[in-house]
């Protein structure tokens, strides 16, 4: 049913409008409508000046009906976009990432952070589907690296099909980019020890959520939500979590959402001591605990949204070709897949769109792990951003 609301939407910053030396003629947000410089404010460098540019948005009230019809939905296409590859761009993240925690200590965190948090909302903005496939795909960084940018793009992606304010999202951005700094010295030597966790290292996980809220408190968080949702990942419905043992809605909607982006992510990701879970079983060992373990409606709009073949993850098509997922559709069994092994077990020379909801296209017979083979198509390419 549609409804007609008032919103507020925010348009590109153009680059003739912000000029250094001169004052903005409007207040510039982030797309979370995060104020990243008030109107009349001057700009200090050309390096300044790029990022409003990059991540800017003006914004500007608008009467719109809206509707619950839908997906995800794609934008690389949008020509307004003042970027065309995101995959560039989390890379790019993903360098800026690992500095910044260098800087835990040091007085310029907090600053670094805040940027970060901009660009990753930039990304979901322009096309949440290629952010789901680099959060199943990309394996360039370090399990410390990968794992909490991982949680961010998909806890992002699921809050906006949510509907959850932009202002509650960029929070749990936040708590999902620094939940594990409490222990971050240690994530290597976790990540890539074979045997076990011992119990010493046991109890620094569990202890983790405590640091990582000192740790920012010092560093000069002052996002109440974030420092709770960070406080509270690990805890469960049913009491089973940690550190606080909390229950059912005594743990934040951020939180609630940040458990599950956070444990779907760790059961298919390979680490040192297990390997890796299917996506259909982590899928539904996640179901299996819905209503005991993680919120119900939030695990729905988790599975709506990435979808039960989810963009990065790798398919079997009826008439005998495989490729990866690149956008769920607009029905959840009927994904777009870009092809990259012929029916004859071949590769591809180039990765083949197969629109599996279009009738004389053949559909899809299953979910199978990622083979070796994929590795050898820039992402990118499969998601067609190197045309």
């Excluded at 005991?292 to 695990?299: E, N, P």
């Excluded at 993850?313 to 994904?335: D, M, Q, T, W």
């Amino acid at each position: 049913m549609n409804q007609v609301t008032i919103q507020t939407k925010r348009a590109r910053v153009q680059p003739q409008d912000v000029q250094v030396g001169r004052p903005v003629p409007y207040d510039i947000e982030d797309a979370y409508g995060h104020l990243l410089l008030s109107r009349g404010a001057r700009l200090e460098s050309e390096e300044q000046r790029q990022r409003l540019i990059h991540i800017g948005r003006k914004p500007y009230n608008v009467a719109s009906r809206r509707s619950q019809s839908g997906g995800v939905t794609k934008r690389r296409n949008d020509p307004a976009a003042q970027f065309l590859n995101p995959f560039d761009e989390l890379y790019r993240i993903s360098l800026a990432l690992q500095e910044t925690f260098k800087w835990l200590g040091r007085g310029k965190f907090m600053r670094r952070l805040d940027i970060l948090v901009s660009r990753i909302g930039n990304i979901i903005e322009h096309d949440p589907d290629a952010s789901i496939g680099a959060a199943h795909l990309d394996e360039e960084f370090p399990y410390f690296i990968r794992h909490p940018l991982r949680k961010a793009l998909l806890s992002d992606t699921v809050a906006a099909r949510m509907e959850i304010p932009d202002q509650e999202r960029r929070s749990i951005v936040t708590a999902a980019l620094t939940a594990n700094i409490g222990m971050i010295e240690y994530q290597e030597e976790f990540d890539q020890q074979r045997a076990p966790l011992d119990e010493y290292q046991w109890e620094v996980v569990r202890n983790h959520p405590r640091r990582s809220v000192e740790r920012l408190l010092a560093e000069g968080m002052e996002d109440r939500l974030c420092l709770r949702v960070v406080s509270e990942h690990h805890e469960r419905l049913d009491g089973s979590g940690y550190p606080e043992g909390l229950r059912s809605r005594d743990i934040c909607r951020g939180a609630r959402l940040l458990m599950i982006s956070d444990t779907y992510m760790a059961m298919i990701t390979n680490r040192g001591y297990k390997g890796a879970t299917a996506v259909r079983e982590a899928l539904l060992e996640l179901l299996d605990q819905s209503g005991v373990k993680y919120d119900r409606d939030i695990l729905s709009g988790f599975i709506n949204t990435i979808g039960i073949y989810p963009a990065g993850s790798f398919v079997s098509l009826e008439n005998g070709e495989k490729g990866v997922v690149i956008h769920r559709g607009s029905k959840g069994a009927s994904p777009v897949v870009a092809a990259i092994i012929k029916a004859n077990g071949q590769p591809t020379t180039r990765p083949l769109l197969r629109d599996t909801s279009i009738d004389d296209v053949p559909g899809v017979v299953s979910l199978e792990p990622t083979p070796s083979v994929a590795k050898r198509y820039q992402l990118a390419s499969l998601w067609g951003y190197d045309a």
